[in-house]
């Protein structure tokens, strides 16, 4: 057979594979569509609305056993009342229940603007009583004031409140003229109620000394300033969006691994062989980190493509020593070159690695990444997913027990919420 002979029959072969394998392709992303509607409409949606809302105190109750009954004398943190804004505006945006969605959000953009605000030094308390009338945590952390910034930025999006648009604008002057680290690049992180820095030594609310950056709380500063440049079009948040995509693409990865560790000196030496409970990789960080840096890429108007070998390496790690092949999802977090020893399953991890499957297959059209997507919510679908009193549990162990709160400080609706708009926004582009 000739040169020709042969591309004739290359061109037969795949074209039997594609007759063959889209078509099949096409009907699982049918098939999924309407199980993760259902999943957000009617568990995650029907949970938090509208037994969270806090009629007599503002914002939001983010206390509920494992039972799914609300404790409404539970304090409210910054992290949880600005991811719940968050959450609520982009379900108004992408149109499930927009005008209940709207005015939930509103609520909670009044308490964070009303009593999460501090009047004086400007920027949010880290953790207020259930009334709001007393900060329990008054000093600023910027893992929190990043997730002000991102429900700020939504609720703008979703309502064109001029008020909102204000109080991130003024967040982010906070964030120019206190945090951002112009020498070493990134943001100081941790700092007294009127932005003075702490201590050396003092703990901060992060549980490391106050000097130390984390790839943690850069990674949601990423996504924060995603949504703060899309919300201002500001020159200086493109600036700042493209520092962090070099920062979470480069200063947190470990090359030898090709995977990211958290905690850093202020000019982003890494802190290993310090304590060894850091040195370890948290694979929802790393998958969650894929996703983010593409999304990011887009609002920057810049390719995600050239970060794609990284790409692929870090979720292989992921799935080389985090992935339960068996019944699907990921692991927690393990040493380094070695299987997860933290081995129950989380319910951000599911939802992050969901979406990062979903980008990896969008942005690669590799099988491999749909069948990963499609295991691990199954696994949502049978083990995460309390279809009895709603909500997702917060941990399902190895022998697939689950277990914990359905809210609290850490925990509200905001990773499974998003996951599931992100999924069904990646899956109708794909059919």
Not at 60 to 72: E, K, L, Q, S, T
Request: contains cysteine.
């Amino acid at each position: 057979m000739g040169f020709d002979g042969h591309a004739r029959a290359a061109v037969k072969l795949l074209s039997l594979f594609l007759a063959l394998v889209v078509p099949a392709l096409a009907q699982d992303t049918a098939a999924y569509i309407p199980r993760l509607e259902h999943n957000l409409r009617d568990n995650i949606v029907a949970f938090w609305y509208p037994k969270s809302i806090d009629r007599v105190n503002g914002g939001y109750i983010i206390g509920a056993d494992a039972n799914g009954v609300f404790n409404p004398l539970a304090s409210k943190t910054l992290v949880t009342q600005a991811r719940q804004v968050w959450l609520f505006s982009r379900l108004a945006r992408e149109g499930v229940r927009s005008k209940e969605m709207l005015e939930a959000a509103a609520h909670g953009f009044d308490f964070l603007r009303d009593k999460m605000w501090d009047q004086r030094y400007g920027g949010f308390y880290w953790e207020v009583d259930a009334s709001g009338t007393k900060a329990l945590m008054p000093k600023k952390h910027m893992y929190g004031q990043s997730f002000a910034l991102y429900a700020l930025s939504e609720y703008y999006e979703a309502s064109k409140d001029p008020a909102a648009l204000d109080l991130a604008s003024r967040l982010f002057g906070l964030f120019e003229q206190h945090a951002h680290d112009a020498r070493y690049g990134g943001y100081l992180e941790s700092f007294n109620q009127d932005w003075s820095p702490p201590r050396a030594g003092e703990p901060g609310y992060m549980d490391v000394p106050p000097d130390m950056k984390l790839m943690n709380t850069h990674l949601h500063l990423l996504e924060s300033m995603t949504a703060w440049y899309r919300a201002s079009h500001s020159t200086v948040a493109r600036d700042r969006l493209i520092e962090l995509i070099a920062i979470q693409s480069n200063a947190v990865v470990r090359k030898q691994l090709t995977a990211c560790t958290d905690k850093y000196d202020r000019d982003w030496t890494p802190a290993l062989g310090r304590n060894p409970a850091w040195d370890r990789v948290s694979y929802g960080h790393d998958l969650e980190n894929i996703w983010l840096l593409t999304d990011a890429a887009r609002a920057a108007g810049i390719p995600a493509e050239p970060f794609l070998d990284l790409f692929r390496q870090l979720f292989a790690y992921s799935l080389k020593y985090g992935y339960d092949p068996e019944h699907g999802g990921f692991y927690d977090s393990g040493p380094f070159n070695q299987p997860a020893n933290a081995r129950m399953k989380t319910w951000w991890v599911q939802a992050e690695a969901s979406v990062s499957a979903l980008y990896m297959y969008r942005l690669t059209h590799d099988r491999r990444y749909w069948d990963v997507f499609a295991k691990t919510y199954d696994f949502i679908d049978r083990y995460q997913t309390d279809w009895k009193t709603g909500e997702w549990w917060e941990s399902v162990s190895a022998d697939l027990k689950p277990s914990g709160a359905k809210a609290h400080g850490w925990k509200a609706g905001y990773h499974n919420g998003r996951a599931m708009l992100e999924c069904l926004r990646t899956l109708r582009e794909l059919k």
